[in-house]
């Protein structure tokens, strides 16, 4: 999901009527992680997949699930979405979770841990440049579980045939690729908070008693590790991720909300994100998805309230904004 170097400038937020035009002309194709590719669906489209798949679209029915914990997972189609969905419901039968992508009816990893999976997997469609279909799926939430303990915002994108590529020179900066990659990794994360905010709110916590929130993003995010410019487009926005992270996490705490908000760099992992730059990757830095996940999980499960607002790489050491 991310690459190994460091970060740079920060964009002011867009002007919504300028973000719908990015994304309406960009989106669509775009290989962006988390994503699967193709038309939008509705969550009665959804509900439709899990029945053919055996299970209603609840994952267990109820207004709140007992015992276990509630996940979502955000950008759950493939890589390290996928890969998290996989391991939150192995590690306990009792845990219940909903996975989000934009087309979910071309899912195919999620479709075979809904058939294992089928009373406790909800698969739901939301498109992060969609916040009326980001508002739908946390009512569909509310009213199947009642709760959410953890948070993970998965999806990204850094590349797109024609469309999007990581900026080796200011010359070759556009402002639709800014505007695209602004929207889809540091507004489109910061929308599902805010409109999973009262779920969270009700959540029983994750280890300390506390709901998490986890938003990946990357070490090329930080302003102070940046030793080698480049990559604006990415780097601006998971910059802005990390603020905008940083911004909610004091929010919660003067309200006294019991949520904890952290950032993840998940290492240079081998996806589709980062396959086009692997050349240079030694082998013993590049992680499968599997590694990755596992341990940005054990990361979850010891944080505390102290650690609110910071900012984690998969190894556990704190990273410097």
């Known amino acids: ?5 460091g970060s740079s400038a920060c964009l002011l937020l867009p002007k919504p009527c300028l973000l719908r035009r990015a994304s309406t002309e960009a989106v669509r194709g775009a290989l962006v992680h988390g994503f699967s590719g193709g038309g939008r669906e509705t969550l009665a489209e959804a509900a439709d997949i899990h029945e053919d798949q055996g299970g209603g679209g609840s994952g267990g029915g109820g207004s709140a699930a007992s015992g276990g914990m509630v996940s979502l997972v955000q950008g759950a189609s493939k890589g390290l979405g996928l890969e998290f969905v996989r391991q939150l419901l192995e590690r306990d039968p009792k845990n219940k979770v909903i996975a989000t992508c934009r087309s979910p009816s071309k899912a195919v990893g999620l479709a075979t841990l809904k058939h294992q999976h089928t009373q406790r997997l909800s698969i739901l469609p939301l498109d992060v440049t969609n916040e009326p279909a980001i508002e739908a799926a946390a ?5 199947q579980l009642g709760r959410l303990d953890l ?3 998965s999806a990204g994108i850094l590349h797109s045939p024609g469309i999007l590529q990581p900026e ?8 639709k690729a800014l505007l695209l990659t602004y ?3 540091a507004v489109g994360p910061t929308l599902v908070i805010k409109h999973m905010w ?3 709110t009700a959540g029983k916590g994750v280890g300390s008693q506390k709901a998490v929130v986890a938003n990946l993003s990357a070490r090329i995010g930080s302003i102070g590790d940046n030793r080698t410019g480049g990559w604006h487009s990415y780097r601006a926005s998971k910059t802005a991720l990390n603020q905008l992270t940083k911004n909610i996490s004091l929010e919660f705490a003067r309200r006294k909300d019991p949520i904890i908000c952290i950032l993840l760099h998940p290492g240079t992992v081998d996806t589709d994100l980062s396959k086009p730059f692997q050349r240079n990757v030694p082998n013993e830095k590049l992680f499968t998805t599997q590694y990755s996940v596992r341990r940005l999980l054990e990361i979850i499960d010891k944080i505390e309230m102290q650690d609110n607002g910071k900012f984690f790489a998969w190894d556990g050491q704190e990273i410097e904004w």
Request: glycine share 0%; proline share 4%; hydrophobic share 50%.
């Open 1 to 5: 999901m991310a690459a190994t170097i």
């Open 198 to 200: 009262p779920l969270l």
């Open 168 to 175: 080796t020179s200011l010359s070759k900066v556009d402002s």
């Open 139 to 143: 009512k569909f939430v509310a009213n």
């Open 183 to 185: 929207q889809v990794n």
């Open 151 to 153: 948070l993970i915002n």
